[in-house]
């Protein structure tokens, strides 16, 4: 089966390249916007089909979005992110219909958040994003949906890897350099490595799993933390101990939108689904860095 995966140059791309090496049947065609790769513009439908089409498409994986949330908030950008985080999608969900092929796409914890809540959330759970980027990515799962394409829906959160620009790195560099730093504690979640995502799809697309188990399904690592407890142990593993790191509010942090405070996502579907067992998210956290 030949793999089509967007964003290719992402965090997440990136770490697909890497698993998809181990591939004994499927070719994986990797594309973006940016140097490098094969271009494809998941805005336009007719590129799409055309691509597909060339390469005899039978799965997509997208890993292409609008991911800044803050910037996502401005009033001049919001077609922007509405065109790459729910109408794309939808693109793509309805050349995988025509071809009768599989859409993977990567979602988000930010489609909940505006109602308080202290346990981890079903894929069931209805959606309450509290700003743009969530609310797009809201809309794309369900333009998704409405076409009939057979898809697989990955809820993520607190995404890192060794590629491209994500907290684990900002961390590193702010540990290292400042001597005191101050974290929000009132945020909780669960931080994912995304190279663990990447096997997550690796094993669903190459196992052929999906057939009979479409839908919405939830992974990160395993555990809870604050993005305070996540920075106490960045700067523990990697050694930077000099930096006086203290925990405070969220609004001490002025930001056009408001964050989840309880995001963790209940990942029971997808473990009994696909029977596979997900890392904790320390022991997850240790291995990127090594591979750093």
């Not at 797009?136 to 620009?165: D, N, P």
């Not at 999906?210 to 395993?222: L, R």
Request: with cysteine; hydrophobic share 35%.
């Amino acid at each position: 089966m030949n793999i089509l995966v967007t964003g290719a140059n992402g965090q997440l791309g990136n770490e697909i390249q890497i698993v998809a090496k181990e591939s004994e049947h499927d070719k994986y065609i990797f594309t973006d916007v940016c140097d490098g790769y094969m271009h494809l513009d998941i805005t336009s439908l007719d590129d799409i089909r055309r691509m597909v089409r060339e390469y005899d498409v039978k799965c997509i994986i997208n890993c292409a979005a609008w991911t800044n949330v803050d910037g996502a908030e401005a009033l001049e950008k919001y077609e922007l992110v509405e065109k790459l985080n729910a109408k794309a999608p939808e693109n793509l969900a309805m050349v995988m219909k025509e071809v009768d092929g599989l859409l993977v796409h990567i979602s988000t914890d930010y489609v909940f958040g505006g109602d308080p809540y202290n346990t981890p959330c079903k894929e069931n759970q209805k959606g309450t994003p509290t700003g743009v980027y969530g609310r797009t990515k809201l809309l794309g799962e369900q333009l998704i949906a409405s076409t009939g394409v057979k898809h697989i829906i990955l809820r993520t959160a607190w995404l890192y890897s060794e590629f491209g620009k994500n907290f684990v790195k900002t961390m590193i560099q702010l540990t290292a350099t400042k001597p005191q730093l101050k974290v929000v504690f009132d945020q909780c979640g669960t931080p994912t490595y995304a190279g663990d995502l990447a096997n997550v799809i690796f094993d669903i697309v190459e196992s052929r799993k999906y057939e009979g188990n479409t839908g919405i399904y939830h992974f990160s690592n395993e555990g809870v933390c604050s993005w305070y407890d996540f920075t106490i142990k960045i700067a523990e593993l990697v050694g930077n101990t000099d930096c006086d790191i203290q925990p405070c509010h969220s609004d001490e942090f002025p930001s056009p939108v408001k964050r989840p405070a309880y995001s963790v996502l209940d990942k029971t579907k997808i473990k009994d689904t696909f029977g596979i067992k997900i890392p904790y998210w320390v022991d997850s956290l240790e291995r990127c860095i090594a591979n750093m």
